[in-house]
Structures are given as C-alpha cells and as structure tokens.
C-alpha cells in the first residue's frame, strides 16, 4: 500500500489527465480555419499586334467628317488618319512640267513629296475631308498652294473629284464643297449656299447630281462609302491603284515612275 500522500497525489495526477472534452472546448477558442486559396485568374490572350481590331477610342468617327467636315476637331483627325505613305494619280502642272503622279509621305508635319521629278518638303492643308492642299514655300519666304480634290475614308485615299458617304450624309469636293444631308444640299464657298441636288440611277450606278447655278452640272458616282468621278477633269483614264497606303516612301516613288512612263 502507498503511502498517503503518494497516493493522493497520484489521484490528482489521474484527474488532471481525464478533463472532459467540453471544458476544454469552452477554455480553448476553436482556430478560425485558414481562407481557401484563390484560384489564378486564367491569363488573358495578348491581342495580336498586326490582326487585333484598333481600340474603340482611336476608331474613326467618319459621322462627324460629313456632319461637321470644316470643324477643327475634324480637321486635325483627318490629318491624323492621313499620317502614312500614299500615292495619288492625275494631271497637274509644276514648273511647266506636267505630273500624272504624287508620292506623299505624310508621317510627319513637314511632308515629303515625289512627283516623277524631284523630291521636295511641303506643308499639308486639311480644308476639309474631301480637300486637301499641299503648300510648297517659295524662294522669296513665301509659298504656293496647290489643292487636291480626294475621296478619302481613312483606310483609301484618291484624289480627283470625290468625297465620302455615310447614310444618307454625303461631303463632295471637286474645284467647291458640297454637303449633301438627305434631300438638303448646300455649296460651301465663304458660306453655306443651298443648290439643288439628286441622286440618280441605282445599286452600282447610283450617282450624286448637283446642279450648281454658277458651274452646271456637277456629277459624283457613289462607289461604297466613297464618292468618285470616273474621269479627272481633265478626261483622262481614272486612278488605277486601289488608293491603299504603301510601305516605304521607296515603293512610293517607284509607283509614281510606272505612272508617269505609262502617261509617256
């Protein structure tokens, strides 16, 4: 037999190792479990650089190049659509000599321009969506500004009588500025002048009418969303390119050469 205070303290050492599970889990707070991972969120694809539509903000708001064609807003985005390479087909006269072809470099502020000649910088003039002018500076500090009828719908540029078409809105250019808006048309010199006008013919021979009181009858086929003549005004053959934009300023040049041997 144990002694009695061995025996006592071996009771208690007992008791202590048999506590019932409830007191120990109202004295011992229950561990918040730990949150579960998140799973990664899945990578997004990168867009394709050279396939990838342009974003919705840098898309441009043609509505406006027919609605408000001579507002400055439009006119600075007309320029920015206009930065690229481009070769424009017809007949002008530069220093006696005749041009059937211009290489325009458009990239920067102070243009570059190749008529089969020789290469000269210029200054680009948006007057309006379907006008532009190109001023060359003169020896005396002064300069001279030719200016170019284009139908141009960012994406193709033409020069010679044209302009653009959005619905039933239409901005036309030949030596004047017409506005067209459903049956409405008005002639744009110092200010809006209101002339007649008519849509004639249908589907791919649908074409604009305009009966100016000073010129006669001034004639715009509608090609899509461009509006064109089917002849400069000069009566030769229409452009043959397909008015996109070229890679280099070389391929440019070499387009304007072809042009101008084939005008020989």
């Known amino acids: 037999m144990l002694p009695r205070h061995l025996a006592s303290a071996a009771l208690i050492a007992l008791l202590g190792g048999c506590t019932n599970d409830a007191s120990t889990a109202a004295k011992t707070p229950t561990p918040t479990p730990a949150p579960a991972a998140k799973a990664p969120a899945p990578a997004s694809?990168?867009?394709d650089?050279?396939?990838a539509p342009p974003p919705e903000a840098t898309a441009l708001d043609l509505d406006a190049w027919v609605v408000r064609p001579f507002d400055q807003e439009t006119r600075d985005a007309v320029r920015e659509a206009l930065r690229g390479i481009w070769v424009i087909e017809g007949t002008w006269l530069r220093g006696g000599v005749e041009r059937h072809?211009?290489?325009l470099d458009l990239r920067d502020d102070a243009i570059v321009v190749y008529d089969?000649?020789?290469t000269y910088r210029a200054r680009l003039e948006v007057v309006a969506?379907?006008?532009?002018?190109?001023?060359e500076a003169l020896p005396d500090g002064g300069e001279v500004t030719n200016y170019h009828a284009i139908a141009f719908d960012g994406a193709r540029l033409f020069a010679g009588r044209g302009g653009l078409v959005r619905g039933a809105r239409m901005a036309a250019c030949d030596y004047e500025t017409y506005l067209v808006d459903g049956p409405r048309c008005t002639k744009h010199v110092v200010g809006p002048m209101p002339v007649p006008c008519r849509l004639d013919g249908e589907g791919d021979a649908r074409a604009l009418v305009v009966d100016d009181p000073e010129r006669g009858q001034v004639t715009f086929a509608v090609q899509g969303g461009l509006l064109r003549h089917p002849f400069h005004v000069d009566g030769t053959s229409p452009p043959t390119g397909d008015g996109a934009p070229l890679p280099t300023f070389?391929?440019?040049?070499?387009r304007v050469d072809a042009i101008n041997e084939a005008a020989r």
């Open 45 to 47: 694809p990168l867009a």
């Open 49 to 51: 650089p050279v396939t």
């Open 101 to 103: 072809a211009l290489a």
């Open 116 to 118: 089969g000649h020789e």
């Open 129 to 135: 969506p379907c006008k532009i002018g190109i001023a």
């Open 250 to 254: 070389e391929a440019a040049r070499a």
